[in-house]
């Protein structure tokens, strides 16, 4: 029997405490695009923004954690998150290797993920920038990256 390696992927993207609600709507587009299972928020919650032409919200599984500790307590089994920060600690996206089921966790611009969140994070990436880009951009790369032929851990 020939196995798919493929059919047992999932992933997921979602935001901490995000900042403003249009980054929402453009993170769930690229997600809805880009082939992501579910999308999820932690602290801040979603209202419907005309950035979301695609009405991703209901087209994929919406999840809102109001705490890190209650998102990290329902993490899908078998789930690496994949946190997205500038940090020392974190890979370069260009060589990392996505695992096949994962939550990729965004912070806000100006916050960005919080101390607990990089704590738990199985993998940290970051992009060669200076500064910080828009969460929804962040994602968009991330996504478009996971995309690419690249093997899975």
């Given at each position: 029997?020939?196995?798919?390696?493929?059919?047992?992927?999932?992933?997921?993207?979602?935001?901490?405490?995000?900042?403003?609600?249009?980054?929402?709507?453009?993170?769930w587009?690229?997600?809805?695009?880009?082939g992501?299972?579910?999308?999820?928020?932690?602290?801040?919650?979603?209202?419907?923004?005309?950035?979301?032409?695609?009405?991703a919200?209901?087209?994929?599984?919406?999840?809102?954690?109001?705490?890190?500790?209650?998102?990290?307590?329902?993490l899908?089994k078998?789930?690496r998150?994949v946190?997205?920060?500038?940090?020392?600690?974190a890979?370069?996206?260009?060589?990392?290797?996505?695992?096949r089921?994962?939550v990729?966790?965004?912070g806000a611009?100006?916050?960005g993920l919080?101390?607990?969140a990089i704590?738990?994070?199985?993998?940290?990436?970051?992009?060669?920038?200076?500064?910080?880009?828009?969460?929804a951009?962040?994602?968009?790369?991330?996504l478009?990256?996971?995309?690419?032929?690249?093997?899975?851990?």
């Amino acid at each position: 029997m020939q196995v798919d390696n493929f059919s047992n992927e999932f992933f997921g993207i979602g935001i901490q405490n995000g900042k403003t609600p249009e980054n929402l709507g453009v993170l769930w587009r690229s997600a809805q695009n880009l082939g992501a299972s579910f999308i999820f928020t932690i602290g801040n919650r979603y209202a419907k923004q005309a950035s979301d032409t695609h009405n991703a919200v209901k087209a994929m599984p919406y999840f809102h954690y109001n705490t890190f500790e209650d998102f990290y307590a329902h993490l899908p089994k078998g789930a690496r998150i994949v946190g997205v920060e500038m940090d020392e600690k974190a890979e370069p996206l260009e060589d990392f290797n996505h695992p096949r089921r994962c939550v990729y966790l965004l912070g806000a611009e100006d916050h960005g993920l919080s101390n607990k969140a990089i704590e738990k994070s199985h993998h940290l990436v970051q992009f060669p920038s200076k500064m910080s880009l828009n969460v929804a951009v962040a994602g968009s790369i991330v996504l478009y990256d996971r995309g690419r032929n690249k093997p899975r851990q």
